[in-house]
């Protein structure tokens, strides 16, 4: 499976500015790719309260209207977050999107202190089957507490996926999180940043990373934009599994209701 990471600096309310370098991206993948993945928000940037009315949009709005069409038009899928206006709630939301549509969507359940009052959490983890891999989809803090990854391995994700927004000095922290993550769930885990300053001087960390089931490191990013393409071997989850199994010989179970979906999407409803 090959994955690029989109580490990019993004302009914070300036939809137009952020979909078009999107799009872009996009556009000039290699042929061979299967997904790209972008930061969190990185369609609309982190706007506070009184910009958010006015730059979130709902999830059928023109901005993943315009990407749907290019991943229809490159045969390609992509993970991008992005500011969600659903009937005037608002979530730190981020989307699978593929050639068939919307396949995956996430709001994020941890919210950062200063989203607290800004977005909604959101009240469930999903997993989705995407080219015969179970992917899950988390947001920036979500990593910091295990249990998110490991509510996705209780749904069977075999490839979690983070956007993120992690800042200074806080990059340390992610790149130890990100590492955990994987090897404790025995699962890929690919986490996209932002780089360079937000409009509230907040100075983003880069360090994207694409981490195996072992928890080793495949590639990790600087603090500069970049595009990197890291090759899964998903041959490696097996490996990882086969002389113990963590979710298997584990004794405590997260609780909440399952939901399974005829599409193949699995929920576990936080309760």
Same mark, same amino acid.
């Given at each position: 499976?090959?994955?690029?990471?989109? =580490?990019?600096?993004?302009?914070?309310?300036?939809?137009?500015? #952020?979909?078009?370098?999107t @799009?872009?991206? !996009?556009?000039?993948?290699?042929?061979?790719?299967?997904?790209?993945v *972008?930061?969190?928000?990185?369609?609309? +940037?982190?706007?506070?309260?009184? =910009?958010?009315?006015?730059?979130?949009?709902?999830?059928?709005?023109?901005?993943?209207?315009?990407i749907?069409?290019?991943?229809?038009?490159?045969?390609?899928?992509?993970?991008?977050?992005?500011?969600? #206006?659903?009937?005037?709630? *608002?979530y730190?939301?981020?989307?699978?999107?593929?050639?068939?549509?919307?396949?995956?969507?996430?709001?994020? $359940?941890?919210?950062?202190p200063?989203?607290r &009052?800004?977005?909604?959490?959101?009240?469930?983890?999903?997993?989705?089957?995407?080219? +015969? /891999?179970?992917v899950g989809? @988390? !947001?920036?803090y979500d990593? %910091?507490?295990?249990?998110?990854?490991?509510?996705?391995?209780?749904?069977?994700?075999?490839? !979690? !996926?983070?956007t993120?927004?992690?800042?200074?000095?806080?990059?340390p922290?992610?790149?130890?999180?990100?590492?955990?993550?994987?090897? %404790? #769930?025995?699962? *890929?885990?690919?986490?996209?940043?932002?780089?360079?300053?937000?409009?509230?001087?907040? /100075?983003?960390?880069? +360090?994207?990373?694409?981490?195996?089931? *072992? &928890?080793?490191?495949?590639?990790?990013?600087?603090?500069?934009?970049?595009?990197?393409?890291?090759?899964?071997?998903?041959? =490696? @989850?097996? $490996?990882?599994?086969?002389?113990?199994?963590?979710?298997?010989?584990?004794?405590?179970?997260?609780?909440?209701?399952?939901v399974?979906?005829?599409d &193949?999407?699995?929920?576990?409803?936080?309760?």
């Open positions: 499976m090959k994955i690029e990471l989109v =580490q990019l600096a993004g302009r914070d309310g300036d939809t137009v500015y #952020n979909l078009g370098r @799009l872009k991206a !996009i556009a000039s993948c290699a042929a061979d790719t299967d997904l790209l *972008f930061p969190e928000t990185h369609l609309t +940037g982190f706007v506070d309260s009184e =910009q958010l009315p006015s730059v979130a949009e709902p999830l059928d709005g023109p901005t993943l209207h315009a749907e069409q290019v991943v229809r038009e490159r045969n390609v899928s992509v993970v991008v977050g992005i500011a969600e #206006n659903d009937d005037g709630i *608002f730190n939301t981020s989307v699978l999107v593929t050639p068939e549509g919307i396949a995956l969507r996430y709001r994020k $359940t941890h919210l950062w200063s989203e &009052g800004v977005f909604c959490p959101g009240d469930r983890y999903v997993t989705a089957l995407w080219k +015969g /891999v179970r989809i @988390l !947001i920036c990593i %910091e507490l295990p249990e998110s990854s490991r509510a996705l391995a209780q749904l069977g994700a075999e490839l !979690i !996926i983070v993120n927004g992690n800042m200074d000095p806080y990059g922290v992610h790149r130890t999180a990100i590492m955990a993550r994987a090897q %404790e #769930n025995q699962a *890929f885990a690919v986490m996209v940043n932002r780089v360079g300053e937000g409009d509230d001087g907040l /100075v983003f960390a880069g +360090g994207s990373a694409a981490i195996d089931p *072992f &928890g080793r490191v495949l590639f990790e990013a600087g603090r500069e934009e970049c595009r990197q393409v890291v090759h899964l071997d998903l041959d =490696q @989850l097996k $490996t990882a599994r086969r002389d113990y199994d963590y979710l298997g010989d584990r004794r405590l179970f997260l609780a909440g209701e399952q399974e979906h005829p &193949g999407r699995r929920e576990l409803l936080i309760p």
